[in-house]
């Protein structure tokens, strides 16, 4: 475990690194084909496919390649196909990402001929391409290539999709260093801006790729932008303010920030609103592919009556999005493979157990995990959540307890380290009802001699017990309902056997051999207290008819049982419906 945690901490470096060097290629204003070049080499070593290339659309409506990564011919690079034509096409028609998973195969584009038999040539296959979008405009796409068949997943779509976006920034940059070779005094404030772009984003990179939060990409923002800046999650809710020392900012009307993130959500670029006391309020969406993952708001006093940002400022605010959504992701992704890990190692241990193998003991030790400590098996049933959503919550309780959680056989399950049994099932419980504000059973069984597949069957079959008899809401361990040990404990199901066939074992048999239904008969009337009129409208009889069921119970049992000692007899009929119920779960 301990070298898989050390291979994604490499990856994640590696890419914040890419989008650093590449955030540096743009901010210097270098060559267009140098820059472009260094944008496809990071998406190359980023994304990890076969090849990568980067294609323009010419003054003559055609589509060439401009800069490329990886294994491509001469002339592949040099074809030249129509706009309008090919995966290229519908990524510029569309202005938004497309893939295939065989281009050759594929009947949703349009096929060039000539461009098809350079496919074959190259052995192209699976081919995911993002617009270049300037101002509105598609001016080219930015594709990764692999040569066999594959799907793209979100967090590649989102990846590449932010290069594209540098790539169609470095196009707008070069223009207009072309244009402000005219004018020297352009010139210098283009460059004055860049330089102050480039330490802010130089600042924000260096702050993330030294382990930062979003927190401190927040607190580098409203230093160098002056003002606040609020971080806000998918469902608008406020998760970070900070404030710049020199120039705080009073935070914006709740209804017009929500008006703000709404209206950046839907333009999908920063929108500026004015906030209280004429605030410039500026906010741009965290977006990652077709996820929304928050927004980035921005609240700027006025000053000197120069109320508007610069558009600078804003595009960084932009850019600052960008960065955050590769964090927001990569943190999803290291608890997602978090979350994966101790669900695979709980399933070991309950399908290897009892016992603990070598590789076992390390792979837990790597997580800081005592595996002979962990000896609490703890199942959790909701009503109206289901087990894959509950086992995620039980995993938060995992990492703070350094135990394990998932689901196995259906079960939100979780293997914590027992002292006070009792007192941790019933802490397991109070934490997931505060979270999820409904009523849910939660069951825990030690395991001994690190059996922990036994303590879940006893569990899992306690809690089908424990809503048999009619309880909703609890946390509690299989002790404390020992009484019904014999339902739930498959080890006694002989001694539940002898007991149903001493008590009621005439009832069976009779209603088995003749098809009667003494059994539901007699659990009815016992159900309802004696009273013979509630238990006739329950079972949709007569009266008479159920007084003559009744006789033909005692006849059956050979006793008077509604004179002598009936407490077995209920007994026996209670364990009998709690097990047929039991089993059916």
Known sequence: MASGSGSAETRRQRELASLYATVKSLTALGELDEVLQSIVHHAHDLIGTDFTY?????????????????????????AAIPAGV??????????????VRDYAASAVIEHDPDFDRLVTTEKLVALLGVPLVIRGEAVGALFAADRSE???????IALLNAFADHAAVALDNARLYEASRTALQELQVAYRKSERAQAIHEALTGAVLGGGTPGDVAQLLADQLAGSVTLLDHTGTAVVRRDSASSPCPAPAEADLAR??????????????AGEG?????????????????ALAWSRPPAGGHDVPDAMDLRTLERATHILGLLILKERAVADAGERLSGELLTELMLGGPGISTAQRA???????????LDLVVVADSPTVAPTDLARHLHDIARTRAGLAGEHLGRATLILPGRDDERTVEEVHSGLRRTLGGPLVVIGERAVDHDWSRAFSLARRCAAVVRALGHTDLGATTRRYALYAMVFDPERAGELDRFLTASIGSLLDHDERRGTGLVE????????????????????LHVNTLLKRLDRAGTVLGLDWRRENDLELRLGLRLHELRARTAAS
Do not use: M
């Open 54 to 78: 980067l294609s323009l659309v010419g003054a003559d409506g055609r589509l060439s390649a401009r800069a490329s990564e990886g294994t491509v011919s001469p002339t592949f690079l040099a």
């Open 363 to 373: 792979r837990t030790r790597a997580r800081n995990i005592d595996v002979d400590g």
């Open 521 to 540: 008969t007699l659990s009815a009337y016992y159900a309802h207290h004696a009273n013979v009129a509630a238990t006739a409208r329950a079972l949709h």
């Open 150 to 156: 594959r799907s793209f997943q979100a967090d590649e």
């Open 260 to 273: 703000a993130v709404e209206d950046a959500r839907r333009s999908g670029r920063c929108t500026v609103s």
């Open 278 to 294: 004429g605030a410039a309020l500026s906010v741009a969406a965290i977006q990652a592919g077709d996820s929304y993952l928050g």
């Open 86 to 99: 090919g995966l290229g096409g519908k990524v510029l028609a569309s202005r938004s990402p497309h893939w």
